[in-house]
């Protein structure tokens, strides 16, 4: 978790910037650590009122040849793509040629049954209960630097017996959504979405640098590489030769995406109606409305209301930021996989509106959990295991006076140090903090981790005897139908190790609760027949409830 930046107390500036504005110092100062010549960075761009009036480089596109990103580098946008994909679905619906009501069984009918209630609506909202396609493929063993194709995704997805959830019941962001839409547009238009978008979308706009990357070896001019810190503050290159695009794919500029920002405003290829559907929010089963519309969040940011997305893969990390009421918008496209563009998002909108912020309001990165409470905990009563999702357990305690956080599920710990009332950081990590609340029976039982400006709820964890339970009897060899592959569990050196067969990552299993472990799958619950081991569940993040049997 602990970022290294290499500080220097010199710069490179790349692109173009407007002397005009008067808060560029300030905003030059939130890129101090990427302005250099040695490390890879980001472009900028600030839209106000129809003009770009800030746009600028920092760091390196490209660290082989030396060359300084810039408002044009071309950049990998990752979930960011989502609201092109939404609008190929929106434009199509206003052509006439399908209906956002439309069933996904009637687009592919070799999916089961319950694809009959999933509609294009539930897809477009992520409230479709389908797994997600990215967490399969980890779940099968597969990483980023694997291979696997569109029809590979789509055995998958067909293969999945269950939903995560009943379709409209809950919101839960799936990739595979996103990446059954982009399939739709090529069913109904009878052409693959890259060059369907093309044709309705980047051509009209005159967006020239724009396009869904589904070829991985398409030359690309002035594209900026993506990388992934190492150790010692170094990097290595980090891209994918996967070609799916619906979820994500397209690579784009800050000078394309101010054409797109216009067209919010005023259009002839992208009517008002088209933008009332792709801003319209979705809607759950018991009438709660949620915050996702169609590839665009709903929000608001210090009382003032927000349009955004954000993306990250592989080396890139992005988000696009729009204050409709405003006029403004702030795009910030990385190249480096520890960035953290919302967070850089929200203190590029500090400066330049502070003057404008609800004052009753607080901003994103001042959750009230940071300020002083009443009573201030020993540090022994905040001690314990913490979870943040199922199988995701965070273990405090105390190791030479301090505070220290383990991480359960890759075995990585730090320590923490108390900045103000029960709140705790990493030193020198000021955009990470954790705070302890709710004292009962002498423990904390609520940790909020708020990390770039978005705050997390974790509850502790129930303290349960395992001392009895006989590790060994969770031996053995588990199939998974849905996955079509084999989690082989063992136990040794005193601990149940488990590892996806034929593949070499071994992971630990840390007991939680009688017969439930969490690991670095996710939530593993082991399931009994006549008391005897006959197979597990594994909730896993964005997969739920996937079912393996005993062999």
């Known amino acids: 978790m602990k970022k290294q930046f290499l500080i220097l107390f010199f710069c490179s500036i790349a692109g173009f910037s407007f002397g005009q504005l008067k808060e560029s110092k300030d905003i030059d100062s939130l890129f101090f650590e990427w302005n250099n010549p040695n490390t890879p960075g980001c472009a900028l761009g600030i839209i106000k009122d129809g003009e770009l009036i800030y746009a600028k480089g920092y760091g390196l596109a490209n660290m082989e040849y030396d060359i300084p990103n810039a408002p044009s580098s071309v950049f990998r946008i990752g979930s960011t793509s989502k609201q092109f994909t939404a609008a190929c679905i929106i434009l199509l619906a206003e052509q006439g040629k399908l209906n956002l009501n439309d069933n ?28 997600d396609y990215l967490q399969l493929a980890y779940l099968k063993g597969l990483g980023d630097d694997d291979y696997y194709t569109d029809d590979n995704v789509m055995e998958w997805l067909v293969n999945q017996s269950d939903l995560n ?3 409209g019941e809950e919101y839960l962001y799936s990739n595979s959504g996103y990446w059954l839409l982009g399939q739709i547009v090529k069913k109904v238009s009878g052409m693959n979405m890259a060059d369907f978008a093309m044709k309705e979308i980047f051509e009209p706009l005159e967006m020239s640098s724009t396009h869904f990357h589904n070829d991985h070896t398409r030359i690309v001019k002035n594209r900026a590489t993506g990388y992934a810190i190492i150790e010692n503050g170094n990097f290595k290159i980090s891209m994918t030769t996967l070609g799916m695009i619906g979820d994500g794919g397209i690579f784009t500029t800050i000078n394309d995406i101010k054409k797109w920002d216009d067209a919010f405003y005023s259009s002839n290829v992208l009517s008002k109606t088209f933008w009332e559907e792709m801003t319209k929010q979705g809607v759950l089963n018991n009438g709660d409305i949620i915050a996702y519309a169609s590839g665009l969040m709903i929000g608001e940011y210090n009382g003032l209301k927000t349009i955004r997305h954000g993306g990250a893969f592989v080396g890139y990390r992005a988000d696009i930021l729009r204050f409709p009421e405003e006029q403004l918008t702030i795009v910030l496209f990385a190249n480096r996989s520890d960035a953290n563009p919302t967070l850089k998002a929200n203190q590029v909108a500090d400066v330049l509106l502070k003057g404008r912020f609800s004052e009753t309001s607080k901003p994103e990165n001042d959750k009230s959990v940071n300020t002083i409470p009443a009573e201030e905990f020993q540090i022994n009563q905040l001690t314990g295991n913490y979870e943040i999702q199922p199988g995701i357990i965070l273990n405090l305690t105390i190791k030479n006076d301090s505070l220290n956080v383990f991480q359960t599920w890759n075995k990585r710990s730090f320590n923490v140090v108390k900045t103000c009332g029960n709140t705790f950081q990493i030193p020198g990590e000021n955009d990470l903090s954790f705070t302890f609340s709710h004292l009962i029976e002498g423990h904390t039982q609520t940790l909020s ?54 593949k070499q990552t071994v992971l630990d299993c840390t007991i939680i609760d009688m017969d439930e472990f969490a690991t670095g799958f996710g939530l593993i619950r082991f399931q009994r027949t006549g008391g005897i081991i006959s197979g597990f569940e594994l909730d896993a993040g964005r997969v739920k409830n996937l079912k393996f049997e005993k062999k």
């Open 104 to 131: 996904l069984k009637g687009f592919f009918p070799d999916f089961p049954d319950y694809a009959e209630e999933i509609t294009l609506r539930h897809l477009l909202n992520h409230t479709s209960g389908i797994r």
């Open 165 to 167: 959830f009943k379709p």
């Open 449 to 502: 981790i708020l990390y770039g400006g978005r705050e997390t709820k974790a509850e502790r964890k129930k303290e349960v005897d395992v001392s009895g339970i006989e590790l060994n009897n969770y031996s053995g060899s588990f199939y998974s139908q849905e996955l079509n592959v084999n989690y082989n569990f063992k136990f040794e050196d005193g601990i149940l190790k488990a590892k996806i067969e034929n």
